[in-house]
């Protein structure tokens, strides 16, 4: 049987970390001259159009549940909702999109169809 010495693990790459002061230090003609120097770093993008899909007006989520006299529970399980999440859009921690910001929108223009819709055969 033969010994084999194992190799050292290998050192992790070092963390890039920006020198920061040296970034606050710039002057805007400074880095309008980088942006010359390299455009794709920064593009501009001020003639860029702003689309509705691209700018999302935000959900009131506490307020379509407070319209309908519902605590956060109820809401959550006649709608099908996570009550995690219920939490996290009323707390503004996160957003609801998609499917989900539909729905939260339909159910606050239509909440009975939305009842309706959901109720049980």
Not at 31 to 45: N, T
Not at 47 to 69: C, H, Q, S, T, Y
């Amino acid at each position: 049987m033969s010994i084999s010495k194992q190799k050292p693990a290998p050192e992790p790459p070092a963390k890039h970390e920006p020198d920061w002061a040296a970034l606050e230090a710039l002057t805007d003609e400074e880095i309008a001259g980088q942006i010359a120097a390299d455009p794709d770093v920064a593009p501009d993008v001020s003639d860029w159009p702003l689309d509705k899909a691209v700018i999302m007006e935000p959900v009131d989520v506490k307020a379509i549940r407070a319209k309908l006299g519902m605590s956060q529970e109820e809401f959550a399980k006649k709608f099908g909702l996570n009550v995690t999440a219920l939490r996290d859009w009323e707390q503004q921690r996160r957003m609801p999109r998609g499917p989900t910001r539909t729905l939260l929108k339909i159910i606050d223009r239509e909440p009975a169809a939305v009842r309706r819709a959901l109720a049980r055969l």
